[in-house]
């Protein structure tokens, strides 16, 4: 059974840090692009980050540049978001999903495996 499954989201304090894991079991996320989404109440879904089969190539929201950084861990078969400086506006349910192809798309219609979600809530 294909499945992703987020995890690491929880409340913190405006400043501080998380990291978001993404573990994919029933297929191996290296042959994949991999993408972290957010998605605030009343708003659209975003993407925030994404990174390539190969770990070569990431790209970043211009909103989170600076402060997240995505990696992954092929011997665990996982992306990860880490999460720094976090402020109010990050506050969403965060989702990875993934492309059939090596190389990052831009949209969430350009991924179509999508976790269930976890959320971040930055408050104080």
């Known amino acids: 059974q294909l499945q992703l499954v987020e995890s690491g989201g929880g409340l913190v304090q405006p400043g501080g840090s998380l990291r978001l894991s993404c573990a994919a079991s029933?297929?191996?996320?290296?042959?994949?692009?991999t993408g972290w989404f957010r998605q605030a109440p009343g708003k659209e879904r975003e993407g925030v980050s994404c990174i390539s089969s190969s770990g070569s190539s990431t790209n970043y929201a211009d909103s989170v540049k600076g402060r997240f950084t995505i990696s992954r861990d092929d011997a665990k078969n996982t992306v990860y978001l880490q999460m720094n400086s976090l402020k109010p506006e990050d506050t969403a349910v965060y989702y990875c999903?993934?492309?059939?192809?090596?190389?990052?798309?831009?949209?969430?219609?350009?991924?179509?495996?999508w976790g269930q979600g976890t959320q971040v809530t930055v408050s104080s």
């Open positions: 999903a993934v492309r059939p192809y090596s190389y990052c798309g831009v949209n969430a219609d350009d991924f179509n495996y």
């Open positions: 029933g297929f191996r996320l290296n042959y994949y692009a």
